[in-house]
Nanobody, 116 residues
């Protein structure tokens, strides 16, 4: 069974940076797309950033210019570099992947807290 395991969350002050990593238990070539969602208390889950197998990236408007998604197929990982963090970025961040045949997979999430 495919597993996605996130790491890199934590507590950071506003303006700081964090780097989230998602390790897949299988080759990332198995996925047509991968990405990161987030869910804050009382809010709906939202797409933060996504990347296709071909390297096409998309971002939520709220993170454009601050977050960068990348994919390392040699290490079966997808990375989310988060800079200039704001308190509104506080949420559980979940790794997501869609297999070539359409099955979707989710990680358990990693907490990101931006606070003074």
């Amino acid at each position: 069974q495919v597993q996605l395991v996130e790491s890199g969350g934590g507590l950071v002050q506003p303006g700081g940076s964090l780097r989230l990593s998602c390790a897949a238990s299988t080759s990332t070539f198995s996925f047509s797309a991968m990405g990161w969602y987030r869910q804050a208390p009382g809010k709906q889950r939202e797409l933060v950033a996504g990347i296709t197998m071909g390297g096409i990236k998309n971002y939520a408007d709220s993170v454009k210019g601050r977050f960068t998604i990348s994919r390392d197929n040699t290490k079966n990982t997808v990375i989310l570099q988060m800079n200039s963090l704001e308190t509104e970025d506080t949420a559980v961040y979940l790794c997501w992947a869609r297999a070539v045949l359409g099955t979707e997979y989710w990680g358990r999430g990693t907490q990101v807290t931006v606070s003074i």
